[in-house]
């Protein structure tokens, strides 16, 4: 049973008194302003029936659970249907009491007069409102944006107590001089220096969507006028208790991309309920996939990884976020496969994402190249034997685009574990064996962007390797939400590769950066230190037509990849004869052999 606020009750009567009023206007422009007195009569008796009408067709269309100064086109196409409604009751009770000579032309006037007047009500109530809110000459602040962004923009800012858009900046030409919802545009992206002169603001707001050209022209244009640059929340922003409205831009808002598709009927089916087994969990993309993983509703999952203190910190968080969930959080090194296979045993996952791995070129390609094949080679080897022995049912290793004809021990190391994991779908039908091989992730641990964040923090120089190289770049949740699709959708064997838009410029991201800390490079200069060991000026992802296959997901494509598969007993033998310090020239020997590709750079 609904019960009704003296408010509504309030306003349901002061609808039904314009329906009255309508009904008498009707009556009196169908006469020319001048009703006989037989007619006046007519109108007088017949009214409760059209206030009754109309009651019943308002409340059919749930007019009256409206909230008049939040009124909009959905509330209106609602008004529209209970008058539609209205109209048609009365029309049926006037035919039906028969009443001698009455105009039926008022039945036509009557609901249109009766629209106009209640939706100038609601107009009305909602510009008063507008009004006397708090927000009302709140903070100023220019959108940046053509108008059909800047409408999005000014409908989230609506209502609001802190900001008050005073104007727009739009890359459109043709939109300059124009007007949305009373805010003109002032100019383009370039004049926003003069424009916060001239409106008296010093906040702008980036509508246009991520990764756009606006927003970096935005950037450029802020951080030269000493303006504050904000953007709107993302969309699973606004579902967090602390989002109030814009925030600071961030570099992800600057490279970002739409957001990606998922097949969340599919995710929620292979997870919800069961358990899933993490390795790495405490690291960058582990992380990721165990809190995207939490969502779908995961019965159990099992993290593990080789750091205390990263496994803490996960636990935490986990436990905070999804107390419902139940996590097991294992300090465990892939490379022992006794351990491994005992928590396998033990929790018995039908899935298992490997994201544990040395990625660190430089480090690995001196006086570390022996550890990079025991973790990356070797206990991906474990990982995979374990996943194949415990029956579980997919088994996703997380690769990287530097496996690709790489020049490094990293990269080599990380294309002999995808031949390792292949080789294990060779051997384990019951087990769907997935690759999947991706960039530079944003922010994750030993990428530039922490690099170059505290560079700037200590006043510079940023340090660039070499003026022209460029990496490609996802954002954390990006990559971790594809590796779960690829590890639905991908059948054992396959090695898919990400589709990771279009590659940044180093020097650009580092531009980037100094500028969202509100400096300029005369502040923060940019050094060259030169490349080092192992590192190419431009990574590979082979994502076209001739080295890869196409797949339902427009971002994932399936490699191309041959060649004979690896002898593991092989591999195992050597590096366990190879001892704890072989010389560097035999191991990349070695390596060559295993990876043909492999092209070392000294």
């Known amino acids: 049973m609904v019960r009704w606020s003296r408010d509504a009750l309030a306003l349901m009567a002061l609808d039904l008194a314009l329906v009255f009023v309508a009904w008498c206007a009707a009556f009196w422009l169908r006469f020319n302003l001048d009703v006989p007195d037989e007619f006046a009569q007519l109108a007088w008796t017949s009214s409760p029936w059209a206030v009754l009408a109309y009651a019943a067709g308002l409340g059919f269309a749930r007019v009256n659970r409206h909230v008049w100064r939040f009124i909009g086109l ?42 106009v007047l209640l939706g100038a009500a609601r107009a009305a109530w ?7 809110a708090p927000g009302h000459g709140g903070q100023r602040l220019l959108v940046v944006g053509s108008l059909q962004d800047a409408a999005d923009a000014l409908r989230a800012l609506k209502g609001s107590h802190q900001w008050a858009a005073v104007g727009i900046l739009s890359p459109i030409a043709s939109e300059r001089g124009r007007a949305l919802q009373n805010v003109r545009v002032l100019g383009g992206i370039a004049s926003l220096a003069d424009a916060c002169k001239h409106v008296d ?45 814009p925030r600071k831009i961030e570099l992800e808002d600057l490279l970002g991309r739409p957001t990606v598709q998922l097949d969340v009927a599919g995710l929620s089916q292979l997870f919800s309920g069961q358990t899933v087994l993490v390795t790495g969990a405490g690291g960058s993309i582990g992380s990721q996939l165990c809190r995207q993983i ?18 803490y910190q996960l636990e935490q968080e986990l436990r905070q976020a999804h107390p419902q969930m139940q996590g097991v959080y294992y300090t465990a090194n892939v490379r022992e496969f006794e351990r491994l296979r005992a928590i396998c045993a033990q929790h018995q996952p039908v899935a298992m994402f490997h994201a544990a791995a040395y990625k660190h070129v430089p480090l690995m390609e001196e006086h570390n190249e022996i550890e990079a094949l025991r973790t990356n080679v070797l206990g991906t080897m474990n990982a995979a034997r374990v996943a194949g022995e415990c029956g579980v049912h997919r088994f996703v290793m997380i690769s990287t685009d530097k496996a690709v004809n790489p020049t490094n021990v990293m990269g080599a190391s990380k294309r002999l574990a995808e031949m390792v994991v292949q ?11 997935v690759s999947v091989r991706f960039g530079n992730v944003l922010g994750s641990s030993g990428s530039v962007v922490p690099l170059f964040t505290a560079q700037i923090a200590r006043g510079g120089p940023v340090t660039v390797t070499h003026p022209d190289i460029v ?29 990771m838009g279009e590659p940044v410029k180093i020097v650009e991201l580092a531009r980037m950066l100094i500028r969202l800390s509100g400096k300029t490079e005369q502040d923060v200069p940019i050094a060259y230190s030169g490349l080092r060991p192992g590192e190419k000026l431009f990574e590979e992802l082979l994502a076209n037509d001739e080295t890869t296959m196409p797949t339902p997901h427009p971002k994932l494509r399936v490699a191309k990849t041959g060649g004979p598969l690896p002898d593991v007993a092989a591999l195992v033998g050597w590096v366990e004869q190879a001892g704890p310090a072989p010389a560097g020239a035999d191991l990349r020997n070695w390596l060559k052999v295993q990876v043909p590709e492999y092209q070392p750079r000294f």
């Not at 080789?423 to 064996?433: E, K």
């Open 74 to 115: 959905p509330e209106l196409r609602q008004l529209v249907l209970g008058v539609a409604l209205g109209g048609v009751f009365t029309a049926a009770g006037v035919l039906m009491l028969r009443l001698p000579n009455f105009p039926r032309s008022v039945l036509l006037m009557h609901p249109l007069v009766a629209l």
């Open 423 to 433: 080789a294990a779908a060779a051997r384990f039908d019951g087990t769907q064996y």
């Open 126 to 132: 909602r510009t008063l409102a507008e009004r006397r």
């Open 294 to 311: 939490a969502r779908f509703g995961v019965g159990r999952l099992v993290c593990v990884d080789v750091s205390e203190y990263a496994v």
């Open 201 to 245: 603001a010093q906040v702008a707001l980036v509508a246009s969507p991520p990764g756009s050209d606006e927003r970096r022209a935005a950037l450029l244009a802020a951080a030269d006028a000493g303006v504050t640059l904000l953007t709107l929340p993302r969309p699973d922003q606004w579902l967090k208790p602390e989002s109030t409205g």
């Open 471 to 499: 990496r490609y770049f996802m954002t954390i949740p990006e990559a971790a939400q594809l590796v779960l699709q690829a590890g639905l959708m991908g059948r054992s064997g396959q090695i898919f590769v990400l589709d």
